[in-house]
């Protein structure tokens, strides 16, 4: 149900459940974790694209998937709960960018998904909702990632109302970071792919790991100085070295020749 290959440093990762709207199920979450694990120790790989197949991104759980589990033991609840945590940490801590790209609709847990995403682009046709309080649940696991992404105050607001927003509303959220045609979108995107794949593989993944630990943290005293730290440990790098080198001579650096 998850299908994934790999091609010039784009590790490509498909939710491949269409008749089922790509709704997650146990197996499903199972699989895009390992899928996810699999990309992070993957030399080769410089950047990965999520997306659904056929019509829909994805329509979040399963609802009789959540039906069974309803009836199930809370110890068994909790530990199935546990690997959607688990899922959504492997996407927000992949060492890689991330992109997502959202067709159709994108509900519930799916809304997780577009939230751990470094970049996520919107076909004009998607729409996404946060519809858990309309079955009598809530989007716990998924909550500290939706809300980073869109702020608590717009949070608070499709949390509680379950409201559908269209992909502009979406973006203006800060949901996705932009809205294109659905013709477009899987050009946009393996673009965007294959120009972080032209960067320094060392230089984005430490990037990256500089936004994280920034972001959750103050400016204080102890983040001057790991940020001043990095910055020297990077520019001294054989990579930075080479781009540098590459630049100044007007030439191609030596990763991009690959």
């Not at 149900?1 to 490509?12: D, P, S």
């Not at 709704?23 to 699999?38: G, K, M, N, S």
């Not at 577009?114 to 996404?128: E, G, K, Q, Y």
Request: glycine share 6%; charged share 25%; with cysteine.
């Amino acid at each position: 149900m998850i299908q994934t290959r790999i091609e010039a440093g784009i590790f490509y990762v498909a939710l491949n459940r269409p008749d089922k709207r790509n709704a997650f199920d146990e197996t499903i979450i199972e699989q895009l974790t390992q899928a996810f694990l699999d990309a992070a120790v993957n030399d080769d790989c410089r950047v990965v694209i999520l997306r659904g197949e056929g019509r829909h991104f994805s329509a979040g759980a399963d609802l009789d998937w959540m039906r069974r589990l309803g009836q199930a033991s809370a110890e068994d609840n909790v530990k199935d709960a546990g690997k959607l945590a688990a899922l959504m940490e492997a996407v927000d801590h992949c060492p890689v960018p991330v992109i997502s790209l959202i067709q159709g609709a994108a509900y519930g847990g799916a809304l997780g998904l577009v939230a751990c995403s470094d970049i996520a682009i919107a076909a004009d046709t998607a729409r996404f909702c946060l519809s858990e309080v309309r079955l009598g649940l809530i989007p716990a696991v998924i909550s500290p990632y939706v809300i980073r992404a869109m702020g608590l105050r717009q949070a608070r607001r499709y949390m509680l109302s379950a409201e559908e927003l269209d992909a502009h509303q979406a973006c203006l959220t800060g949901l996705v970071h932009e809205v294109c045609t659905e013709e477009e979108l899987t050009r946009r995107g393996e673009s965007l792919a294959r120009t972080i794949a032209g960067h320094a593989p060392g230089a984005v993944r430490e990037c990256k790991q500089l936004v994280r630990n920034v972001g959750q943290s103050d400016v204080a005293k102890d983040v001057r100085a790991h940020t001043a730290a990095m910055i020297a440990t990077r520019r001294a790098s054989a990579e930075a070295q080479e781009g540098l080198a590459a630049f100044l001579e007007k030439r191609t650096p030596s990763w991009r020749a690959r």
